[in-house]
């Protein structure tokens, strides 16, 4: 566990120090790009996909059946004879500048970069695939009232994980309004419905629907393998980030982004609810809607006047993500068999 406390106490310092020397922002997200590049990016064994992804590069013969973007990075690395951990690097290295592209016009830019390291922690080592795609879910909350700039980060998404096109239905409930009242009779519905086992009904509607090809594979693959259960832990911890972001409802109603962020998490803490019986199908959905957390709060530090507010805000978000950190650096399983993350072995310490 001692690197990754080294890890976050050393990416914390440089956070402070972006702050406190607000001129040099640029500055500090690059040394910490670079730092995480070296313990992220060159780590080796370590996330719950890394070995399967690492065997598979290794097989021989080039057909996977990957989305098309990853599949080319992929098969290529592959043809030049690249050890898989330079593949996994560079995968990283794109996902993050994806990343610092789509939040190129936001303020405390390094403050924001680390809490999607921290909060994205799972999509960066393991689910790579969906973690490639996030940057794409960022862009469209940005660009939530720009069409054209929203469905094209839909369809570039869609090179690397189809679970950007989630995005594409949220499109048409992504400024709705929200209130206090609204949102508890929401939630209070959705918990009602969990009553009945919705995925036994999402698995017979997927057998009538061949035609989605990949996707439909997917999804049916996910909702069958819903034996797993319900973790009260998980469903805490999403209700205490939603209250969280429920308590600036005032902000919420006056600003469309920043209600577009709030709505894509209320959805999909809701739909956590409803398919509580399907672990694995809502993880997978929620590892990267759960951006939308790191969305609001950077939006959110914009419209918040007074640094002893802004400290107040930026301590209980940091907080918040960082408790999901090391709760899965500590605790996730790779193939609910051995740990995913612990040790910690990377190309230049082993």
């Given amino acids: 566990m001692i690197p990754y406390v080294m890890f976050y106490c050393s990416s914390l310092v440089l956070v402070v120090l972006s702050l406190v020397l607000k001129k040099y922002d640029w500055f500090w997200l690059l040394f910490l790009l670079f730092f995480s590049a070296v313990f992220v990016g060159l780590r080796v064994d370590v996330g719950a996909d890394y070995t399967e992804y690492a065997q598979i590069y290794n097989q021989s013969g080039n057909i996977t059946n990957f989305e098309l973007g990853f599949d080319i990075i992929f098969n290529y690395g592959k043809r030049l004879g690249y050890d898989y951990v330079f593949v996994s690097l560079f995968f990283f290295l794109l996902t993050t500048l994806f990343f610092i592209y789509s939040i190129k016009e936001l303020n405390y830019k ?10 994205m922690f799972v999509p960066l080592t393991s ?12 862009m469209c909350i940005l660009n939530s009232d720009r069409p054209k700039v929203y469905f094209t980060s839909i369809a570039l998404g869609c ?37 009945f086992n919705i995925v036994e009904y999402i698995i017979m509607l997927l057998n009538y629907m061949p035609g989605l090809g990949a996707i439909s594979t997917k999804l049916l693959m996910y909702t069958q393998r819903y034996q797993v ?11 205490a980030g939603l209250l969280l972001i429920t308590m600036f409802m005032p902000f919420i109603k006056v600003n ?9 998490y209320f959805i999909t803490v809701c739909i956590f609810i409803l398919l509580k019986d399907n672990a694995v199908l809502t993880n997978r959905l929620t590892y990267a809607t759960n951006i939308s957390l790191v969305t609001f709060f950077s939006l959110l530090l914009s419209m918040i006047r007074g640094f002893y507010k802004k400290a107040i805000v930026s301590i209980l978000f940091v907080f918040y993500f960082s408790f999901s950190y090391f709760k899965f650096t500590a ?10 993350y612990m040790p910690y072995k990377s190309l230049l310490i082993n």
């Fill in 331 to 340: 605790t996730d399983l790779r193939h609910s068999v051995e740990s995913a």
């Fill in 110 to 119: 390094t403050l924001i970069y680390f809490c999607f390291l921290l909060f």
């Fill in 159 to 195: 090179l690397f994980h189809y679970s950007i096109l989630f995005m594409f239905f949220f499109f048409w409930v992504r400024h709705i309004k929200q209130s206090y009242c609204r949102a508890f009779l929401i939630v209070l519905l959705f918990s009602l419905l969990s009553i």
């Fill in 127 to 138: 689910t790579i695939r969906q973690g490639l795609a996030i940057p794409f879910f960022v």
């Fill in 229 to 239: 259960e319900f973790s009260m832990n998980s469903f805490v911890y999403k209700l």
């Fill in 256 to 264: 469309e982004k920043l209600r577009c962020s709030y709505n894509l």
